[in-house]
């Protein structure tokens, strides 16, 4: 079946733009997480949803970033006020019910910030 | 979650088994150990995990010590593809779910 998606696979924004970041879970699955890679780093924890309960927002690095999930399906990730350290591997996953089961993982967005 | 210690790379023939080692000192009671793996420009993949008896999937093994401080991936036929950073994550059940990675294990697979 069809994984999880996410687009633009791209981004190239200048200093100061908004950018939105869109994933796509896999149907059926009930919670989402948002993280990033910068280069050569391990992963960062942005962001994550769980049905219908708040999201567990604890790694947003600043105000700048925001992200909503609507319908229970569909994630956009918000960066507002680009800045060059924003540029980094977006990554989104999903896992199927219970947050300790396997994630699943898009192939990210790369973003680039001049 | 606990704090796992992983070699920074690790080199393997072509064929034979790499066993890639984990360090999780600190584990507690509650605690999985899973492994992922980064192949260069992909989202990370789900390797296989374990609470404290030995695993085995279609992927790999994964050998617990029996005071679960340390564990080792096996890959036991490795080839070219396999050449990725694996990590080891150590988390409990209980919390969000969020994984924490490290900087992990870079394994090259060479011909």
């Known amino acids: 079946g069809a994984g999880v998606s996410q687009s633009p696979s791209n981004k190239v924004t200048e200093k100061g733009k908004d950018v939105e970041l869109r994933c796509d879970p896999i149907?059926?699955?009930?919670?989402l997480y948002w993280y990033r890679q910068s280069l050569g780093q391990g992963l960062e924890f942005l962001i994550y949803f769980q049905g219908n309960s708040a999201p567990d927002k604890s790694g947003l690095p600043s105000d700048r970033f925001s992200a909503e999930r609507t319908g229970g399906s569909v994630s956009t990730l918000t960066i507002q006020r680009t800045q060059q350290e924003d540029s980094a591997v977006y990554l989104c996953?999903?896992?199927?019910?219970?947050?300790?089961?396997?994630?699943?993982f898009g192939p990210g967005t790369r973003l680039l910030v001049l | 979650d606990a704090k796992t210690t992983q070699p920074t790379s690790m080199d393997c023939a072509e064929g034979r088994a790499a066993n890639l080692p984990c360090n999780h000192s600190?584990?507690?009671?509650?605690?999985?150990v899973y492994w992922y793996r980064q192949i260069h420009s992909q989202g990370p993949q789900y390797i296989i995990h374990g609470l404290k008896n030995n695993e085995t999937n279609e992927m790999a093994s994964l050998i617990i010590t029996e005071d679960r401080k340390s564990s080792t991936l096996i890959l036991p036929h490795a080839t070219l593809r396999d050449t990725a950073v694996y990590y080891c994550i150590v988390r409990a059940s209980s919390n969000t779910g969020k994984l924490i990675f490290g900087q992990g294990t870079t394994l090259q697979v060479k011909p």
């Open positions: 149907s059926g699955h009930t919670a």
């Open positions: 996953a999903s896992i199927p019910d219970r947050p300790w089961e396997t994630q699943y």
């Open positions: 600190t584990i507690s009671g509650n605690e999985y």
